[in-house]
Nanobody, 124 residues
Framework: QVQLVESGGGLGGLVQPGGSLRLSCAAS????????MGWFRQAPGKEREFVAA????????HYADSVKGRFTISRDNAKRTVYLQMNSLKPEDTAVYYC??????????????WGQGTQVTVSS
């Protein structure tokens, strides 16, 4: 099992349009079984969608078109932590953001491991 704990959103996840926010996700447990980690989000009334992913080995990244150029995913191998730096936030970025992990690429198959989710609200 892999345990994922997000931080950076919630009550502190309220930001104005055009602002920035950084989410973190710390992994523990059998992390060797999760080659990929990343983020999904789910807005009210919508399906959960892929946002970004990174591979632990090599650091290759993959983004949804809707966030390319605005969001950056990175990792700290020693801390087994993944970060999502979100810039130029828009109201349509408002959602619950979920950290996810899997052996397979996250954008190709439903991840096996999920965090509890953290709220990000972009509003003036």
């Amino acid at each position: 099992q892999v345990q994922l704990v997000e931080s950076g959103g919630g009550l502190g996840g309220l930001v104005q349009p055009g602002g920035s926010l950084r989410l973190s996700c710390a992994a523990s447990g059998r992390t060797f079984s999760a080659r990929f980690m990343g983020w999904f989000r789910q807005a009210p009334g919508k399906e959960r969608e892929f946002v970004a992913a990174i591979r632990w080995s090599g650091g290759s990244t993959h983004y949804a078109d809707s966030v390319k150029g605005r969001f950056t995913i990175s990792r700290d191998n020693a801390k087994r932590t993944v970060y999502l730096q979100m810039n130029s936030l828009k109201p349509e970025d408002t959602a619950v953001y979920y950290c996810a992990a899997d052996y397979s690429p996250l954008w190709m198959t439903p991840p096996a491991y999920w965090g509890q989710g953290t709220q990000v609200t972009v509003s003036s």
